[in-house]
T-cell receptor, first 112, second 109 residues
Framework: DVKVTQSSRYLVKRTGEKVFLECVQD?????MFWYRQDPGLGLRLIYFSYDVKMKEKGDIPEGYSVSREKKERFSLILESASTNQTSMYLC???????????FGPGTRLTVT | AQRVTQPEKLLSVFKGAPVELKCNYS??????LFWYVQYSRQRLQLLLR??SRESIKGFTADLNKGETSFHLKKPFAQEEDSAMYYCALRGTSYGKLTFGQGTILTVHP
């Protein structure tokens, strides 16, 4: 059974804090993605990674960074959280043959 | 640049009625189109992809390159179809998907 897990379902942080969101997949997928999901805006890609230590900016990378030191783990980092980063964050992974993306359950981050 | 537009944020139908969720795309190459669905308290999952030309849970979608559309259709909606639906497009870059804004479908009894 395909599994993508995210470290927290709910997270509350203060403005200015450094925030780490962790994502782990057990399917040996090459590609991993971070999205944010906002009502009326759909899913917007923040960053993606197509291999260990490789990353590319998505559509809204400002204020975020990522780390992929191992194939199964992809971390999203908010260097200094701001209230406009309050959102649902979804992680996904995909193989390079079908490109079907498998999603995690999401982390709802609130920045106060 | 690639873009996906879902013009309806909300769509309500009664059980047994036909339903069509609209999706239009903009892409200069040959796209691959998908529909993803998110049921209440479940994770986002793939519903169908245009290259497989399957019917999943009674839903079908045909890629119309002339109209740059990939509308999702079901002839008889069921209450369990109530969910958020996203249309997505894959260009050529590493399986990166561009998603539409999403449509919340509510099927009333």
């Amino acid at each position: 059974d395909v599994k993508v897990t995210q470290s927290s379902r709910y997270l509350v942080k203060r403005t200015g804090e450094k925030v780490f969101l962790e994502c782990v997949q057990d399917m040996d997928h090459e590609n991993m993605f971070w999205y944010r999901q906002d009502p009326g805006l759909g899913l917007r890609l923040i960053y993606f990674s197509y291999d260990v230590k490789m990353k590319e900016k998505g559509d809204i990378p400002e204020g975020y960074s990522v780390s992929r030191e191992k194939k199964e783990r992809f971390s999203l980092i908010l260097e200094s959280a701001s209230t406009n980063q309050t959102s649902m964050y979804l992680c996904a992974s995909s193989p390079v043959d079908t490109y079907e993306q498998y999603f995690g359950p999401g982390t709802r981050l609130t920045v106060t | 640049a690639q873009r996906v537009t879902q013009p309806e944020k909300l769509l309500s139908v009664f059980k047994g009625a036909p339903v069509e969720l609209k999706c239009n795309y903009s892409y200069s190459g040959s796209p691959e189109l998908f529909w993803y669905v998110q049921y209440s308290r479940q994770r986002l999952q793939l519903l169908l992809r245009h290259i497989s030309r399957e019917s999943i849970k009674g839903f079908t979608a045909d890629l119309n390159k002339g109209e740059t559309s990939f509308h999702l259709k079901k002839p008889f909606a069921q209450e369990e179809d109530s969910a958020m639906y996203y249309c997505a497009l894959r260009g050529t870059s590493y399986g990166k998907l561009t998603f539409g804004q999403g449509t919340i479908l509510t099927v009333h009894p």
